[in-house]
């Protein structure tokens, strides 16, 4: 009986020796089960962060490279058009025939045929301004042109055209065609024929230097001593005009007021231009002089650089 006993104690016992021993088997597997999955879930999301990484940085090249490829086409673009426009009014100088008379030239001209004239003993004749365009051959071109303007030695040297408002011709060339560079024009109020006192052009101010970027250039008063003079060639003939003031000037400045008479007010307007000045050009007006102004605009999109200039023939 005790033997029995001790012999079903001893199975018992091997028993749950036995069951534990399973149980601690078979314990480390589940866990490492566990830590397998948990490892394949982070490695899963691991490869997941770095595919969306990879999409991003793809789409952002991509945007990048799309960028490029745009703005490398608006400069090859610009440029073209500059390269265009450029050689456009290039082949329109051809119509200029001959170089602009200075003044001085002018009056040592007019000299010597009065003396002439004294010992003809007939009264003299006036030197009448030598017409250097073709007027009629750019017409044909383009019935809207009036005229030629330029200030030699530099490369301001364009015909120019009247418009019916002031903004077709920033955007059109000569020739109608669309430009960034645009035209040398007429403030579309004033008579084609400059008769009024005072006449307003305009011109861009092109980063390649072209139409009207040069103005800038007088904000040197050298630069003025050595082009004092611009030149206006109209169907009457040939025209010049010496510069009196050059300065900036905001775009509601009464330096774009015209319709004047010979009066006080004209008087007023001329001593505000002569006042506005960057320095002195040691050049007088009067309200018997007819005037000019030559306007392109700066970086500053509410400000213009003008030059102004009283016509001497």
């Not at 010992?119 to 004749?125: G, L, Q, W, Y």
């Not at 300065?247 to 009066?263: L, P, V």
């Not at 050009?281 to 392109?296: A, H, K, P």
Request: proline share 3%.
């Amino acid at each position: 009986m005790n033997e029995r006993n001790k012999a079903g104690k001893n199975t018992t016992a091997g028993n749950a020796a036995q069951k534990n021993n399973k149980q601690k088997t078979t314990a480390p597997s589940h866990r490492g089960d566990r830590i397998s999955s948990r490892n394949r879930r982070r490695a899963q999301e691991a490869r997941r962060r770095r595919r969306t990484k990879l999409l991003i940085q793809g789409v952002f090249l991509g945007f990048c490279v799309c960028l490029l490829c745009f703005s490398i086409y608006q400069l090859i673009s610009i440029f073209g058009g500059y390269r265009s426009s450029d050689k456009e009014y290039e082949e329109l100088r051809q119509y200029v025939r001959e170089e602009p008379v200075a003044p001085e030239e002018m009056a040592t001209a007019s000299d010597s045929d009065e003396s002439d004239e004294e010992e003809a003993d007939a009264p003299a004749s006036p030197i009448l301004p030598m017409s250097r365009i073709d007027l009629a051959a750019l017409q044909e071109i383009n019935p809207d042109a009036i005229g030629w303007i330029e200030i030699p030695d530099t490369i301001i040297n364009y015909p120019m055209v009247h418009g019916e408002d002031n903004l077709y011709y920033l955007k059109h060339t000569f020739r109608k065609e669309d430009s960034k560079s645009g035209s040398i024009f007429l403030e579309s109020k004033n008579h084609v024929d400059f008769d009024d006192l005072h006449t307003i052009i305009y011109g861009h101010n092109m980063k390649n230097g072209s139409m009207f970027a040069g103005l800038k250039e007088y904000s040197s008063k050298s630069y003025l001593t050595a082009h004092p003079y611009v030149y206006i060639d109209l169907s009457d003939g040939s025209h010049c005009y010496q510069i009196f003031s050059c300065h900036e000037a905001s775009t509601s400045d009464n330096c774009y007021t015209i319709g004047y008479q010979h009066d006080e007010v004209y008087a007023a307007f001329l001593e505000s231009l002569e006042s506005a000045s960057l320095y002195d050009t040691g050049v007088d007006v009067g309200i018997e002089d007819s005037v000019i102004t030559l306007s392109t605009c700066t970086k500053n999109g509410t400000r213009r650089f003008v030059v102004h200039a009283k016509k001497i023939y």
